[in-house]
């Protein structure tokens, strides 16, 4: 099967590295910077290009990795003289339609991409769906060479999917960088203190659902504790929002 | 060694598991409810009591995990009548002058509690700090047996400590608890798919800083894909809040 990369993000970086480790034929890497393009194409001992008229014509499978803005802004010009093959695109976020040509997919591994950080490819989960029962065989097969879990599923769930992955990932992950802040701006203990911790919060819910094992001041409803929290955030008034903010959706959540 | 127990929650319960473990000898439980302090007092192997009156006199060292709220209107209480004893409070965001006493102490594990979950207190960074030099090294006896890292730190500097911890435990914790929502309001994915992401999440952070590391439409300020997410929370204008206010925060953190 041959395979042409659109994108050299963290997604298609580490795409591209396990679907080559998997012996896929990957043959081009287009990226808007020529930069991009030849940092991931040598990785994958491929050509490069940074025009979309230079993108190779003939593959069987085109990936596209691209911001959804820059998608959606060239999905045209992406697609041109290559109408009849097949287009697959990765984002959580967008429906099947987006594609405009007729063989269209979706191969969505839900899991948070860095380019320097490897991640074991056969543990994320990942969501196809296809225009056809054959394109959807085609992409299983790829999926399922890649992952060890592999879901069917339409667009409309999955664009709730990618919703809670942002606040399962994403937003999460900002609750730890504020965390972080705190810790530079009062008394200097390292950050790495506070892994114990997270790993904790995460092993947890291995066992116990988050609603059920949440603990803390807005969980108790100690609002000895929150007032005084809130009042040592008055220099960062973003933070006392989100701050109270989330303590109210703890405390509503908790009692629905 | 001779310890009382006064409190029965999740981190007394854990702490007294790891006392005993550890060859302490603890000699009374109290609780406010008769039957959360026989239950801890069963595993303890001693004795319990519900009233502050009834609390052993003579005890070397008493460790006190109250809800703040209860701490303080009942520190007089816990205190009459044993002056002369070493009172230790477990919490990160009281000081160590809420304790009525001479022999003041403070111990706290920062992690998340819950009593049926077994936790490593090796692994828990354990902040102390008492009245007197004499005590401190009594606490920090105690902590060295108890966890492999253990820091001095004074009040001010923990209440920023447990706030931080507040924002990467609790709120992170809650971020997936609205993810889990999310699933089960939309397409009844399991919440079990989100683990490998959620897990890859937190061990990232143990080669890239959250600010560094974090992905996702707010970190690439795509408005696209934010403009939609904000309007699939219509119905949950909480949560739509919650979006706003993260994702703008992300931004910001990003480019200072």
Known sequence: ?????IGAGNLATNLGKSLKANGFDVAQVYSR???SASVLA???GCSYTNSFENIAKGADVYFVSLKDSAFAENAKDIVKGREEAMFVHTAGSMSLDTLPCKRRGVFYPMQTFSKNKEVDFKA???FIEASSDSDL???????KTLSNSVYVLGSEDRKYLHLSAVFCCNFANHCFALGE???KEHGGVPFEVMLPLIDETARKLHAISPRDGQTGPAARWDTN??????????ENPDMKEIYAMMSKSIHELSSF
């Open 42 to 44: 040598k990785l994958l």
């Open 33 to 35: 910077t020529e930069e």
């Open 1 to 5: 099967m041959n395979i042409v990369l």
């Open 181 to 183: 802040k705190l810790l």
């Open 137 to 143: 065989k085609l992409i299983e097969n790829v999926a």
């Open 124 to 126: 994320i989960p990942t």
């Open 225 to 234: 504790v929150m007032d005084k929290q809130m009042a040592m955030l008055d």
